[in-house]
């Protein structure tokens, strides 16, 4: 019940199991095509028991809060769920509002989840300034609180190098913490 962070240096596989472990939590059907069996033995918890939304974030310029509610607006549309996304202004409690949004969720799928599969994070945290990267971090702590309260799951794709790069020696350890 937390998120996850898959940590790993460029081109060592992270996307393509993000994309395998998506692809297993929305449909259980997929288990049959993963070659380690024991791995799909692992995966049969979570097997078909997620809706998914999956999103890379490049370098730009908006909020990590923008960004998320930007996508999860558009996937809830999509799907029909009744859910606006507040005015972040007039917004005074991050758990409150993800809170909200994952009760609209369970009310059109209360059998499952919500798996949100972030790639390139790395990428998107180098375009920030040290302030809006602590207001992310602070965002993305709010949501990891949420994964342990709710059916919320979040998995973040990050290069290595975070961790080494002394610009985000602050961030890594936020990271680690989130």
């Known amino acids: ?27 259980k059907d997929n288990l049959q095509y993963l070659q380690n069996k024991n791995f799909a033995k692992q ?5 078909g028991k997620f809706e998914v939304l999956r999103i890379e974030i490049g370098g730009v310029t908006m909020s990590l809060r923008d960004i998320l509610f930007g996508y999860i ?3 809830f549309d999509e799907r029909g769920i009744d859910f ?3 005015d972040f202004s007039t917004v005074r409690d991050n758990k409150k509002l993800l809170s909200d949004m994952m009760m609209a969720f369970a009310e059109k799928y209360p059998d499952k989840g919500y798996l949100i599969v972030v790639d390139e994070f790395l990428s998107y ?12 971090l602070e965002f993305l702590r709010a949501i990891g609180e949420m994964c342990s309260k709710s059916k919320l ?3 973040l794709g990050v290069q ?4 080494d790069n002394p610009r985000f020696s602050f961030v890594s350890d936020t990271l680690k913490h989130v």
């Open 43 to 47: 995966m049969e918890p979570v097997a």
């Open 84 to 86: 606006e996304v507040p």
């Open 1 to 27: 019940n937390h998120g996850v962070l898959i940590v790993g240096n460029y081109g060592t596989g992270k996307s393509h199991l993000m994309s395998v472990l998506s692809a297993v939590a929305h449909d």
């Open 153 to 155: 799951r979040i998995i």
């Open 73 to 75: 607006q558009d996937d």
């Open 160 to 163: 290595e190098k975070i961790f």
């Open 125 to 136: 945290l180098t375009s920030r300034n040290e302030r809006e990267i602590v207001l992310d």
